[in-house]
């Protein structure tokens, strides 16, 4: 692509989402809403003034592994320790339920089989799909009303983070059943070897920033530095461990999260996101899909597939928090919280469409499913916790 | 290219310029070339770690618009008035000098002939690359030691800005030798064009932003429709007034620099800037080339090249500045900033590699000259400027 016009479809970007996130903001919506929605009208499904290409997703992903960061360094490990069991059960309730409702989802569509059958497999990685939850917008959400450190937003990143390994794990089960040659047992030891790594270089690399920040306290290389450890995590943990990168970017926040400066990383990463990352990362989710394209065959499906997407995550969250003894606001807000889809999901569909399990048609259903739950949780996430004012605390 | 492998690369990128950009100011040279030698060592030169790519070439360009917008942010707009006349008789003198001389140097190394041949237009098209001055690397430089906005500062941004303008009107009329059909006069129209255009749309934009700036004062909105301004600035200067899109960035930043937030504009611009979009810039100029590929033959017509290219600058413009009555210390800093040479040089290059009045050889040869200034002048720039220290003022 041409220079010049990457500067004026960043221009276009960068006015749009404010533009839109601005408008999201004056009908109490956040303004992530307003920045998708902002993607959606100046992409293909109604302008078509921005399209999407190679260089706006290099930029978007950088933008999501800045906010992955941000959301790592914002971490209060005590709270973690203390989460860490609920989060690992509501993890695995997020997701075995969707995986569950997605594959009756297809069987209800497409007819019942035998397990072990073609067919079945295609049912099966459709809740596949179902199972992972990206939090990007729901950290997005949390951070605009100053929820993000809290008990339940420490326990929606946790849970989160744990759900992404497990689903990791699931897809690569799922996967392996096609391919007698994939080692399931492999795939589960590298990702547990990528927790051990990053425990040891965590341990040294804190001890570094530690001596570093104590000697040069607000100096430019200690975010630099920040940012490059979030980088290198996340390429080694997609690279060499087949973990999600963002799980990488999100460890290298954590492993900063205790250093005196962790606040001063943090306020020059936001700079970096909400002035050029942050907007192309959201718009780029509308401009990926092209409304225009959809059928009434795959729509129905479709719908569905929202439909069914969003309620197991949160029949399966929120039901298990309950059942923990969570109050039911704060259920609630788990069950939300863990709804949203993101660039995961679609990463799941690409590998599913490498293996023949998935054809080409449902990657409208992830598209919408990505923008359905993008829109949706960030409202229902605002009117729980609005009710949660009006409620005393306790 | 694969996301995952453009985080390992910025990884790299941005420790190494952090890294050789302290070593650099360890032994009192500027940092940009620190970088710089980073970009070499790291790329095809030596090591061979990190490949330019279009992905980092789209990062490059808009950190070089970055800086340019927060040069204009910078300026004063007082002193580029009181300094315009000069500045235009010291771009005069940057731009032919050069030109004659690099002309010369071509005909000394293969034969002279007569004006209207074939040979003599290739002799005038090496004199046409020598023109254009790129001041990114003085701005960074002067930024460093916080001389960017004083007399001499604005001195040498004004002229880079009109050597610019009358750097491509040449290059229109030399490539317009070649092709009876391009106007000169429609170019030269056009560049004056975009200057009345800036001018209107300074004004009404002006305005509008100070309307926001009043209402909103210290908003993220201010900074980010700064950016878009300059972006857009740019594209339109690029693709409908011919004229090289960081003169547009330039001017974006010259209409909001008399604004109440142009400080918080550029605070927030220089965090983007140094963070990422910087080092990209500064390392990409020693990732495009490969020192290895260089034979004896091209060599010495490269050295005579970037000796002439350098000298052929100061000698113009220091010589011109020196008749106007500047000091000569102050004519020895306006000659070397504007020695510096950058990607507007490749731009000529390649456009006269299209117009058949290039070999593709000579591209090392301008690649060195980039280098050369780039490392050259800052050191050059720092030591005068110390002397400076040394002498009583006036």
Redesign the interface.
Known sequence: ?D??????Q??II??AA?FFG?VARKIKAPMVVGEIIAGLIIGPSLLGIVQSS??L??MA??GV?MLMFSAGLNTDIKQLKETGIKSTVIACAGVFVPLIFGTVLYMCFYGFCAPGSEHFLKALFIGTILTATSVSITVQTLKEMGKLSDAIGTTIMSAAIIDDVIGIVVLTVVIGFRDPDAKIWDVVFRTALFFVFSLGVGIVVYHIFKRIDKRYPHT??I???G??LA??L??LA??YFHVA?ITGAYIAGVILSSLDDSDYISR?MD??S???FGPVFFCSIGLQTNIRSVNSGILLFSVAFVAVGLISKVIGCSGVSLCMGYRMNDSLKIGLGMMTRGEVALIVAQRGLAAGLLEHTYFTSVILLIIASSIITPVLLKLVYSKDKALPEG
């Open positions: 692509m220079t010049t016009e990457i500067l004026k960043l221009a960068v006015l404010k601005l190679d260089f997703q290099g992903e950088i592994i430019r290389r975010p630099i530095m940012m490059a980088f290198i996340s390429y997609s690279e990168d020059k700079v970096n909400y002035m050029l």
